[in-house]
C-alpha cells in the first residue's frame, strides 16, 4: 500500500462492504473476517445444483461458482455494495477471486462477456456490474 493510500484513509477511510468497518491497510476491498465468512462451495455441492437446476433443462453443460449465497448474509451486502453504492471495485475484486477457480476447469474459453441486465436496470443503475466481474 502507498503512503497516498495511508493519507486518503486518514481522511476516507476505507469500509468493508460486507460489515462497514475500517480496512487495515493490508486488506484490498474486503475485509479479511468477511471473506471468511463467506461460505465457499465445493464439487459436491456445485454438482447437486448443477442437477437441480440446469441437467434436465440442458441449457448449459457446466458451472462455477465459489462461493455459496446466502440470503442477509455478508456475500449480499457486498454483492449490494456493488450493485447500489457503485463500489465498482468490489467487482474487479471478486473476478480476480473468481478467475482461479475458472481456470481448473477444462472449458475451451476465449472470452468472458458479462451478462446483460434488462436496459431499465442499466438505466436505473447506470452500470452492469458483471462488466466489473468480468
Known amino acids: 500500500?502507498?503512503?497516498l493510500t495511508h493519507f486518503f484513509d486518514f481522511f476516507l477511510p476505507r469500509l468493508c462492504p460486507g460489515?462497514?468497518?475500517k480496512l487495515t491497510?493490508?486488506?484490498d476491498v474486503i475485509c479479511v473476517d468477511c471473506l471468511q465468512s463467506i461460505l465457499i462451495t465445493d464439487n459436491e455441492r456445485?454438482?447437486?445444483?448443477f442437477n437441480k437446476n440446469f441437467r434436465s433443462a440442458q441449457v448449459i453443460e457446466d458451472f462455477y461458482s465459489k462461493f455459496v449465497f446466502e440470503t442477509d448474509k455478508t456475500l449480499q451486502h457486498i454483492i449490494h455494495a456493488l450493485k447500489y453504492k457503485q463500489r465498482y471495485k468490489i467487482g474487479y475484486f471478486l473476478g480476480r477471486i473468481l478467475a482461479p477457480g475458472i481456470q481448473t476447469k477444462k472449458w475451451q474459453i476465449d472470452i468472458i462477456v458479462p451478462v446483460?441486465?434488462?436496459?431499465?436496470?442499466?438505466a436505473e443503475r447506470g452500470f452492469n456490474q458483471s462488466d466489473y466481474i468480468a
Do not use: A, G
Open 25 to 27: 491497510s493490508n486488506e
Open 116 to 122: 446483460p441486465i434488462h436496459r431499465l436496470k442499466k
Open 19 to 21: 460489515c462497514d468497518k
Open 1 to 3: 500500500m502507498t503512503h
Open 46 to 49: 456445485l454438482q447437486i445444483e
